[in-house]
């Protein structure tokens, strides 16, 4: 690790260099600075990665939702969140905010009260909704903030499909892992594929399970495995 320091000592003065020839051209007026019409905040630097830019920024929108509560009432919802996308965007800065209601009524009527579309003054200028959609969930799924990997599936039979996801859900969490599966069925507005969504405490824990199914597949001399064959390899 000391040497590798020394290696990358030379690389650190070139940052600084960049850096500070950058701060040069704004202090002299050659780079222009942008002013936004309402109070913005910014999270991030130069780095490219790895110093919680994204965490940071789940968890400010978090605690200012809990401290704005007023606009999510206004709608009738009994939980909202955000999420942001970080692996396999389709573009920088993806994410979505979902409302939880008590009834998928509450949640139609919801469409009636709100329209993310017509964001008005300076918000229209804070972000570009791409669609709005309402979901209805097929089985017990429990809103916990976690690590989520999304599927976006075609079911000719969903409720058939349901039931095998609520069994090896069972099998997993009988192993000794903790991930929640919801199965969600698009109700209009954006999306007509289903929405399967497995919900880990970490990305570690939920690659640790997909570990399992594949050692599942070698089990089987490289043959493909389907939903059945895991449910038996969890329950083993």
């Not at 800065?93 to 469409?111: D, L």
């Not at 609520?166 to 954006?190: C, K, S, T, W, Y």
Request: aromatic share 12%; glycine share 8%.
């Amino acid at each position: 690790m000391h040497t590798l320091k020394w290696f990358l000592w030379p690389f650190s003065l070139l940052y600084l260099l960049i850096t500070e020839c950058r701060n040069f051209l704004f202090d002299q007026g050659f780079l222009s600075s942008h002013k936004a019409d309402i109070k913005t905040l910014v999270i991030g630097n130069l780095a490219i990665g790895g110093s919680g830019k994204t965490p940071l920024t789940i968890w400010f929108i978090q605690e200012m939702m809990k401290e704005n509560q007023a606009p999510f009432e206004a709608i009738g919802a009994d939980v909202a969140g955000v999420c942001v996308t970080k692996t396999g965007n389709q573009y920088p800065g993806e994410m979505f905010v979902w409302n939880a209601f008590p009834s998928v009524e509450k949640a139609m009527e919801a469409t009636d009260l709100y329209d993310p579309m017509k964001a008005t003054g300076p918000y229209k200028k804070m972000r570009k909704v791409q669609y709005s959609s309402t979901f209805k969930p097929l089985k017990e799924f429990k809103l916990q903030p976690a690590y989520e990997r999304l599927w976006r599936l075609n079911l000719n039979d969903p409720m058939a499909y349901t039931q095998k996801i609520v069994e090896l859900e069972e099998a997993i969490r009988a192993a000794g892992h903790d991930m929640n599966i919801g199965v969600f069925q698009p109700l209009g507005g954006g999306t007509e594929v289903f929405h399967v969504r497995a919900v880990s405490q970490t990305a570690g824990d939920l690659g640790k399970v997909i570990d399992e199914y594949y050692a599942e597949v070698q089990e089987m001399g490289g043959q493909r495995w389907d939903t059945s064959s895991l449910i038996k390899r969890f329950r083993k």
